[in-house]
């Protein structure tokens, strides 16, 4: 909808890109970093073996001869990234519970129709429970942390999670955004 010649060339022509999307593999190795942080915690440890995952989805899209081009979007700089964000959060986060990692289902929307989901994380915190979702990107900008307050994607899971607990204890939705940039 947004680009009718991306639709024509790719519906109805056919064509499409046999390279791995960046910013679609990078997305999802970081969410596996992630789920390792979260999961064993913000110290070393979780920092390798967030390493580790997401090395392991990356490379298997992209060899080391794409890390330059790739840049800033690459191992070594998630490599810097990692002891950065645990150094970041780890008192912001010695209060918060993961309750779900990578949740998927449906709620209903109206008596007959549903709308299905999946989240990144489930949490508590001492403000309640939130979804703390993971996006990256390489600057940082106003409009950048904006846009999220106008996606379908941030309502959907506020709704999600009114389906899920007490509306009392539903804080709503935060976007863990981490943006990469070379030394």
């Keep these: 909808m947004a680009c009718p010649r991306l639709y024509f060339y790719e519906y109805v022509l056919g064509w499409r890109n046999e ?3 960046l910013h679609l593999e990078f997305g999802t190795a970081w969410h596996l970093a992630m789920e390792q942080m979260l999961t064993h915690g913000l110290n070393a440890e979780a920092c390798l073996a967030a390493y580790e995952a997401f090395e392991g989805h990356y490379r298997q899209h992209f060899d080391m001869t794409w890390d330059e081009g790739n840049a800033p979007k690459n191992p070594a700089n998630v490599l ?4 950065q964000y645990c150094a ?10 993961v309750l779900h990692i990578e ?7 109206d008596a007959d129709k549903h709308i299905y989901f999946k989240t990144d994380t489930i949490c ?3 403000e309640g429970i939130f979804s703390l979702e993971h996006k990256t990107g390489s600057r940082f900008s106003n409009t950048w942390a904006n846009q999220w307050r106008q996606k379908m994607q941030v309502g959907v899971y506020t709704h999600v999670l009114y389906s ?6 539903v ?9 990469f940039s070379n030394p």
């Design 80 to 83: 810097r990234a990692l002891p």
């Design 19 to 21: 390279l791995p999307s």
């Design 124 to 126: 508590r915190g001492p």
């Design 171 to 179: 804080f709503g939705v935060k976007i863990n955004g981490a943006f």
């Design 103 to 109: 949740v998927a289902g449906s709620v209903p929307i």
């Design 88 to 97: 970041h959060y780890k008192e912001e986060d010695k209060d918060m519970e």
């Design 164 to 169: 899920m607990y007490d509306e009392r204890d």
